[in-house]
């Protein structure tokens, strides 16, 4: 594996967080975004990821300095790719969004260039055409707070080229993660085939008013001694992320139960400005969410 030049298209929680592991590991990083406003809240995001890994890592003020250093940003897609041996996408789970994207990338980024998908839901093999380049085409799928949470799934496609899966193992061992391929494309790869039910249950469960959030999440930490419950998983992922997968998953179902979560998200949440963690209200209010007060799982 040869790879110096990372660019990061997507400049959201995971993108900013996936841009600042890889230069915190030494690689040249260009973020692309499509318009300066939203890269000025990426150097925002990143610049704030610099707390916990001196908290998590014991990471020195000098080596996260140097770390920004080595991002640019970019919303010029072609000035973002034009020296990139790896693209990761982490770009919002909408097909025809991505679908668009890789259209592009694919006339401006180098011959030498992999593309990687973050993609949470979706498969490779669905944008595998548009990025004209098939073989060189994988998912590289982050759980977010990567610098701690360090796993990241590998998947092929069918035509996805074996040196081409190897190398993309070898820069997540690089860049400090734990890989874990994938030899058979799987929807929610593992952690999320996993983490999905669990979350979409959740969220039926308010949807129907069984129970509040807090008690919902509640049960789940006491029963199994998770550190968190469901909805407070949901503030890290983001709300929007999760409004998207419910708003797309009504549309191919035409499921009348998800319709309206992804309306309750949308109206009591998003259009409210609670959109997670990083707005600093999602399902629960922060920096002193309750589920972390010491009395949270009391009776």
Not at 30 to 52: F, G, H, Q
């Amino acid at each position: 594996m040869n790879y110096q030049n990372i660019t990061i298209a997507g400049s959201g929680v995971l993108g900013s967080q996936i841009a600042f592991q890889t230069a915190f590991k030494g690689f040249n990083v260009s973020v692309y975004d499509i318009n300066d406003e939203a890269l000025e809240r990426a150097k925002d995001r990143i610049i704030n990821l610099k707390p916990y890994y001196k908290e998590d890592l014991g990471a020195a003020e000098e080596n996260l300095n140097a770390a920004y250093a080595r991002i640019s940003f970019h919303s010029d897609l072609s000035g973002a790719v034009a020296e990139a041996d790896l693209v990761i996408e982490a770009i919002p789970e909408v097909v025809q969004i991505k679908t668009d994207f890789y259209t592009e990338l694919g006339k401006v980024a180098p011959e030498k260039t992999i593309f990687a998908t973050n993609s949470s839901t979706l498969l490779p093999s669905q944008f595998a055409e548009a990025t004209g380049r098939p073989k060189k085409f994988l998912a590289l799928h982050f759980a977010n707070e990567i610098w701690k949470n360090n796993t990241a799934e590998i998947m092929k496609h069918p035509g996805t080229d074996n040196e081409v899966f190897e190398e993309v193992i070898e820069f997540a061992k690089a860049i400090g993660m734990v890989p874990l391929p994938l030899h058979k494309e799987q929807p929610g790869y593992i952690l999320n085939s996993l983490l999905v039910p669990l979350l979409d249950a959740a969220q039926m469960l308010l949807l129907k008013g069984v129970a509040d959030t807090e008690t919902i999440d509640k049960t789940w930490m006491v029963a199994t001694g998770a550190p968190l419950g469901p909805f407070a998983i949901l503030d890290v992922v983001g709300i929007n992320t999760a409004y998207n997968i419910s708003l797309a998953k009504a549309k191919a179902t035409g499921d009348p139960e998800v319709e309206k979560l992804a309306n309750l998200l949308k109206t009591e949440y998003i259009d409210k400005g609670k959109i997670g963690r990083e707005a600093g209200e999602g399902f629960y209010k922060y920096p002193n969410p309750n589920f972390a007060k010491p009395d949270f799982l009391r009776g």
